[in-house]
């Protein structure tokens, strides 16, 4: 009988934990397929501050792209970082759209690399909505645009 009791709580604690790193998934309508968004494990620090943080993943690709939620009195940071483009997204009172990386993130070694920015695709992308939404929801909206950013994508279908 303990034995039982034993392994109903720990599947159960199995399912639990399994349940929870999963956020999300959907598709970005471009090369490099659905993305898939779980959470970490690990806060993500960045500035000395632990932020929470997401893990995008994308069907055609090894591309991985990290994202950590900075909350502030004004507004929300998403930072973006991965090996290709690093970018952030802000969500204040007024709009939820793309930016250029702070320059006080230079220190940590961030910086968004012009030579690998769409920055057409980045001029549609500075407003995206003005509805308030959560941070999943957020990180969905995050998850299928940043592809577009990426101003390069066969060369990163190509690492895979």
Known sequence: MKRMFFAAVLALI????????FVAEGKTWTALGDYRIET??????????????????????????????EKTPKCKKYYVLSDNLSIQYVCND?????????????????KTSADKLNNEEYFHQRLITCDKMSDRENSKLIAAYYPFLLKDQEAILAIK
């Open 14 to 21: 199995c399912t639990a934990s399994f349940s929870q790193k």
């Open 40 to 69: 970490m494990e690990q806060p993500v620090v960045i500035n000395g501050k632990e932020l929470e943080g997401f893990r995008v993943s994308y069907q055609n690709t090894g591309l991985k792209a990290t994202i950590a939620v």
């Open 94 to 110: 007024k709009y939820f759209g793309v930016e250029r990386l702070d320059k006080q993130l230079e220190k940590e070694g961030y």
